[in-house]
């Protein structure tokens, strides 16, 4: 089986993996009570349905995608077979291999601890910020527009469209 084709089996099983863990949150989503529900306001179901819908259509198109479109990926999984981790590696050799995965563990932490205190807007793009780096893109100014812009987007949703209460932090003098 050729890389092309492991990447193409690969995603289609992660995309079936997250249409079924989005079909388990749209169902329990489904199930709260109808006595949390007021009326004229967004209810506690509706961040459950707005995510599992995101979650079923990424699962849906990884499970559909093209072919081709999982052919660039050749090379980098090409390089990681030719040269396998040695099995008896020290913890620092480890670590330095896998350093993003750590990096972002300590963003997702450093968010949850320091939101509350600095804001939603700025920690929000901060985390977005070091995921878009932390995933390979390297253009700066790629990376903060991004993140300004998913950043502005969650939070005309969720604060102006859905009317959730979002720490301000920081920012609360300017925007008020």
């Known amino acids: 089986m050729s890389a092309s084709a492991k990447g193409r089996t690969r995603a289609q099983l992660e995309g079936l993996a997250i249409l079924l863990v989005a079909g388990g949150y749209l169902w329990e989503g489904h199930n709260v009570p109808d006595l949390f529900q ?3 306001v967004p209810g506690p179901t509706t961040f459950p349905y707005i995510l599992g819908v995101i979650f079923a259509l990424t699962g849906l198109w990884l499970l559909v995608s093209p072919a081709d479109l999982f052919a660039r ?3 980098a999984v090409e390089e990681r077979a030719a040269k396998p981790p040695a099995p008896a590696a020290s913890l620092g050799a480890r ?3 896998q350093w993003h995965f750590y990096a972002m563990w300590i963003a997702i932490l450093g968010y949850l601890a320091l939101m509350p205190s600095v804001g939603f807007p700025v920690a929000t793009f ?3 910020a070091v995921f878009t780096f932390l995933l390979g893109e390297k253009r700066w100014w790629l ?3 991004l993140a300004l812009v998913v950043t502005a987007v969650i939070h005309l949703g969720f ?3 859905l009317n ?3 720490p301000l932090g920081v920012l609360e003098s300017l925007l008020k």
């Open 126 to 128: 901060v985390l977005l």
């Open 95 to 97: 670590l330095a291999a």
């Open 38 to 40: 007021m009326p004229g």
């Open 164 to 166: 959730v209460r979002l």
């Open 73 to 75: 990926r050749q090379p």
């Open 159 to 161: 604060g102006k469209g």
């Open 143 to 145: 990376v903060g527009s």
